[in-house]
Structures are given as structure tokens and as C-alpha cells.
């Protein structure tokens, strides 16, 4: 099993820059990947960013390219989230997810953060 916990989340004026970071722990096999998602109030969760674990392929939903930039540390086991040119429409809680096996060939699960929370005020 694979927790996570994110950080970074809070307040920030419309055209600022907030960094999120999710740190990962546990034991397990192996890790897949890990992103980014939000939920604004009302609203479905939706995709906003991910990586490989291994390897420089990134992606982006719609609302994150060219503003927001994944990261990832593996030797802190952890992934960011840099987030440029904020606008009000970005404030949500954003979740970390891990895709990891627990043993060759066995899943992948994945997991989820308990979320940090983003105000962007205009």
C-alpha cells in the first residue's frame, strides 16, 4: 500500500504561483506513475496532471498546459505540482493519485491523497 500527503495548498491573488507536492510512502513493487487531479465545489474531479515514474513523458489536461509544470523527485518519492498565472477557475482541492503493483504482474492500484485545498482570488 501506498500513502500519500500532499502539500502547498492556500491562498494566492489571480496571476500568482502556488507549488503543490505530494510525497508518497510505503511499501510496494513498483510505481507506475503519478499526477495531479482537482475538484471545484459542484463539480466533477478532472484530470490535471501526470508522469511516468521513470522517464521524461509528461501530460497535461486542458487547464493545466502551458500554466502548470509535473515534477517529480525519486529519491524524496516525490511529485510537484508548479502552478503559474493562477485564475479564480483553478481554485479547487487538488488529490495526488499513485498507480503502483505489489508484486510482479499484480495490478496496478492505485491510491489516493487526502487533498490540499487552492483559493485563487480575483
Known amino acids: 500500500q501506498v500513502q500519500l500527503v500532499e502539500s502547498g495548498g492556500g491562498l494566492v491573488q489571480a496571476g500568482g504561483s502556488l507549488r503543490l507536492s505530494c510525497a508518497a510512502s510505503g511499501r510496494t513493487f513498483s510505481v507506475n506513475a503519478m499526477g495531479w487531479f482537482r475538484q471545484a465545489p459542484g463539480k466533477e474531479r478532472e484530470f490535471v496532471s501526470a508522469c511516468f515514474w521513470t522517464g521524461a513523458n509528461t501530460y497535461y489536461g486542458d487547464s493545466a498546459k502551458g500554466r502548470f509544470t509535473i515534477s517529480r523527485d525519486n529519491t524524496k518519492n516525490t511529485v510537484y505540482l508548479q502552478m503559474n498565472s493562477l485564475k479564480p477557475e483553478d481554485t479547487a482541492v487538488y488529490y495526488c493519485?499513485?498507480?503502483?503493483?505489489?508484486?510482479?504482474?499484480?495490478?496496478?492500484?492505485?491510491?489516493w491523497g487526502p487533498g490540499t485545498k487552492v483559493t485563487v482570488s480575483s
Open positions: 493519485n499513485v498507480e503502483f503493483r505489489v508484486a510482479p504482474g499484480v495490478g496496478p492500484f492505485g491510491s
